[in-house]
């Protein structure tokens, strides 16, 4: 924690944090919402990322404190309901590790968990969770023990491989469907001039059903599409109406369309298979102030993660519907 305390990251937090006036924030969280959220109550504060296990009717949630909860949700929710988080996993061996991304396999009926040391930077590693038993298949550590890096978001091929963004030195870590770590991939377009462009660097992964991965630079807000195989190949996308600055979790809406989390959230399309891309929406929402850090669809429609709960003693969480004006 002391190490977080003396970091550049933690005086860019706490400048956001502070450029937020609290009567801004009063506003903003009495404010009607214009869309259709899921309130729930939790035990934590901070709430890394969401995905929507429409299997099961449930949000899966990870939390910063380490661990992962469900949100069931009933057929006929009312908006005015606040629902409940009922933890599923909590690791004693991980404990000050925080669980940060996360990626529901379903061919293989288990959730992948990005896991790192936000604060120290010493530990990623992405673990492997049963979603019936929620036993642990595996853990693969990622980085070496002098190493720092970051673990963020992951993303699971056809195959059932795992590929695990570092947002600390901008590479990617491929790990087998068993857990074997296979190789790291790296670019020099992932890493930009300027020490405040490399705050944070690759954020939000996804694979693509075409064979690629496409992954958002989370300061930058540029766009890649990353051809995996023996020789894996980065083009930058050509953004118009971009970058997305900011951008956190990344989700496919369809084939043609990416979810970017962020303050604002965009909606880029793409009609050449992911060669050049339009920021064609965006979205923000009056819960800005609590922090869009991942999406998810649900029954057709975006819904974005955010990470800070509000309330003592117990915190209430929002998960909200975006929807996309030009």
Not at 223 to 251: A, M, Q, R, W
Request: aromatic share 10%; charged share 20%.
């Amino acid at each position: 924690m002391a190490s977080f305390l003396c970091s550049t990251r933690f005086f860019v937090v706490l400048f956001l944090i502070s450029a937020v006036p609290l009567a801004v924030l009063i506003s903003l969280e009495t404010a009607t919402p214009s869309t259709h959220v899921y309130h729930y109550h939790s035990n934590g504060w901070a709430r890394e990322c969401a995905k929507w296990d429409d299997l099961n009717r449930r949000f899966l949630v990870s939390f910063f404190e380490n661990g992962i909860g469900q949100i069931a949700v009933p057929d006929h929710h009312s908006p005015a309901d606040i629902l409940d988080e009922v933890p599923l996993v909590r690791d004693a061996d991980l404990a000050g590790n925080a669980s940060l991304g996360i990626f529901i396999d379903r061919p293989r009926n288990r959730l992948m968990v990005a896991i790192a040391d936000v604060f120290g930077n010493r530990y990623s590693a992405v673990a492997a969770y049963d979603m019936t038993t929620w036993n642990r298949l595996f853990l693969t550590q990622l980085n070496a023990p002098d190493e720092k890096s970051l673990a963020d978001d992951v993303a699971v091929d056809a195959e059932g491989n795992a590929y695990i963004t570092d947002a600390w030195e901008s590479k990617i870590w491929k790990v087998g469907v068993n857990g074997e770590f296979i190789s790291t991939i790296t670019c020099p377009l992932f890493t930009h001039k300027g020490w405040h462009r490399n705050l944070v660097g690759l954020n939000g992964i996804v694979f693509h059903p075409d064979g690629y991965l496409l992954v958002v630079h989370m300061i930058t807000g540029h766009l890649f599409k990353i051809t995996t195989g023996n020789e894996n190949e980065v083009k930058p996308i050509k953004l118009v109406g971009g970058p997305c600055s900011l951008g956190d979790g990344i989700e496919l809406f369809s084939p043609t369309k990416l979810v970017v989390a962020g303050n604002p959230t965009r909606l880029v399309e793409s009609t050449d298979d992911w060669e050049t891309g339009t920021v064609v929406g965006k979205f923000r929402g009056s819960k800005v102030h609590r922090l869009t850090t991942a999406a998810t669809v649900k029954d057709g429609k975006v819904y974005l993660n955010h990470m800070f709960g509000m309330g003592f003693p117990k915190k209430k969480h929002a998960i909200v519907e975006a929807v996309f004006s030009s």
